[in-house]
């Protein structure tokens, strides 16, 4: 018999692979017609596209990080109601337009928009946060859709509380990008490695719950 929830899981997960397929077509070098370009000058455009790589290995971490979670969720499922597939249907949204924040820190980096565009990177790393605590909220009030027994409940309690941690940090991190930028932006960078941890932990107090 079909999970319930598996039509839901397959379109989340084409959205995962397409926010993620789009962050690498903003990766290229241009090429001037007309102007000869030497092996030298083909490595300091390499070089110089410094930015675009951060900001597609970070943000493409992220969204795995972020599918790794929304598949850890979902598997607790046996159900859903309209609360849970409308803040779902938020987080995707929000991840189908994560190569426009990337694209703009990688164009604006190095510039005197700096500042304003990590500003503008980080606020959507909030919004990101957000609305993963929106979808684990909708689902932690609604335990009646959840499956049966007490490992299941433990462990989106465990989850919940780590993004509500994960929130107020990415929020912190936005506080101080306003005084520093590249601080922000390596701040910003050094929390997919609490996500990581966090789904790490995750899994390993649902393991321990089993026994």
């Not at 922000?184 to 026994?211: Q, V």
Request: glycine letters at 6%.
């Amino acid at each position: 018999m079909e999970k319930e929830t598996a039509r839901i899981e397959a379109f989340s997960d084409g959205i995962f692979a397409v926010a993620i397929t789009l962050l690498a077509l903003e990766i290229g070098i241009k090429e001037t017609p007309g102007i000869h370009c030497t092996n030298a000058d083909f490595w300091n455009q390499i070089i110089s596209l410094w930015p675009k790589y951060f900001a597609f290995f970070n943000s493409f971490a992220s969204v795995l990080l972020m599918w790794m979670s929304h598949h850890k969720i979902f598997r607790l499922l046996r159900s859903t109601n309209t609360f849970i597939i409308l803040a779902n249907g938020f987080l995707l949204l929000i991840t189908a337009l994560v190569p426009f924040p990337a694209k703009t820190i990688g164009e604006y980096i190095e510039t005197d928009a700096e500042t304003a565009a990590v500003i503008f990177y980080n606020s959507y790393s909030v919004l990101m946060c957000l609305a993963f605590w929106l979808l684990s909220y909708a689902i932690l009030k609604n335990k009646s859709h959840l499956l049966s027994g007490k490992i299941p409940k433990e462990s989106m309690k465990g989850i919940y509380n780590g993004i509500c941690i994960g929130l107020v940090c990415m929020i912190s991190i936005l506080g101080i990008t306003f005084f520093s930028a590249y601080l922000g932006l390596l701040l910003n960078f050094l929390m997919w490695i609490f996500w990581a941890t966090l789904t790490y932990l995750s899994e390993k107090n649902e393991k321990h719950l089993n026994y």
